[in-house]
T-cell receptor, first 114, second 109 residues
Framework: GAGVSQTPSNKVTEKGKYVELRCDPISGHTALYWYRQSLGQGPEFLIYFQGTGAADDSGLPNDRFFAVRPEGSVSTLKIQRTERGDSAVYLC????????????FGAGTRLSVL | QKEVEQDPGPLSVPEGAIVSLNCTYSNSAFQYFMWYRQYSRKGPELLMYTYSSGNKEDGRFTAQVDKSSKYISLFIRDSQPSDSATYLCASLRYGKLTFGQGTILTVHP
């Protein structure tokens, strides 16, 4: 079936603006994850949903970042008052709810804050 | 100190060479260990995962974990130009993946 879908693939915004990034997980996957990847670095964990609730949001850098998953499928990562340091690739992954948590990644949204 | 350390390279090898990629980790609570491959402007793609110490083989790829020394390795035999990518090691605990920095590999014909 289809993989993890992320939209938009690229987003350019101005400092101080609000952005929303969307993730559509693999059908049937109950767990959904957001990571952020800066240039030349590995992905860093942001938040993890099991169903509709955030199971772990310890990676969110500050209160400008927020994510929702209201119906347990599609998720939106929201960033308020964007800063130049928020520029990165935001990756979404999904997995089945089992002990291995094998996570399958989307292609990411490349966010550029000017 | 990062929980997962990986030499970023870059690593350049001729086609057909055996490639060795390595990581170390510091958290004994990590449960699973993964290797992901990431092509430019793509998301990470899972190559291998292991749970216990020892070797796991899949085609040209072998993943090795030594929990006593907290060392993770990936070996690629008969490397091909299509293997040119960034290779990320990762450790899993309570649903969260902790990644190394990634090693950039180039296999030249």
């Amino acid at each position: 079936g289809a993989g993890v879908s992320q939209t938009p693939s690229n987003k350019v915004t101005e400092k101080g603006k609000y952005v929303e990034l969307r993730c559509d997980p693999i059908s049937g996957h109950t767990a959904l994850y957001w990571y952020r990847q800066s240039l030349g670095q590995g992905p860093e964990f942001l938040i993890y949903f099991q169903g509709t609730g955030a199971a772990d949001d310890s990676g969110l850098p500050n209160d400008r970042f927020f994510a929702v998953r209201p119906e347990g499928s599609v998720s939106t990562l929201k960033i308020q008052r964007t800063e130049r340091g928020d520029s990165a690739v935001y990756l979404c992954a999904s997995s089945l709810r089992d002990s291995k948590n094998i996570q399958y990644f989307g292609a990411g949204t490349r966010l550029s804050v000017l | 100190q990062k929980e997962v350390e990986q030499d970023p390279g870059p690593l350049s090898v001729p086609e057909g060479a055996i490639v060795s990629l390595n990581c170390t980790y510091s958290n004994s609570a990590f449960q699973y260990f993964m290797w992901y491959r990431q092509y430019s402007r793509k998301g990470p793609e899972l190559l291998m995962y292991t749970y216990s110490s020892g070797n796991k083989e899949d085609g040209r790829f072998t993943a090795q974990v030594d929990k006593s020394s907290k060392y993770i390795s990936l070996f690629i035999r008969d490397s091909q130009p299509s293997d040119s990518a960034t290779y990320l090691c990762a450790s899993l605990r309570y649903g969260k993946l902790t990644f190394g920095q990634g090693t950039i590999l180039t296999v030249h014909p």
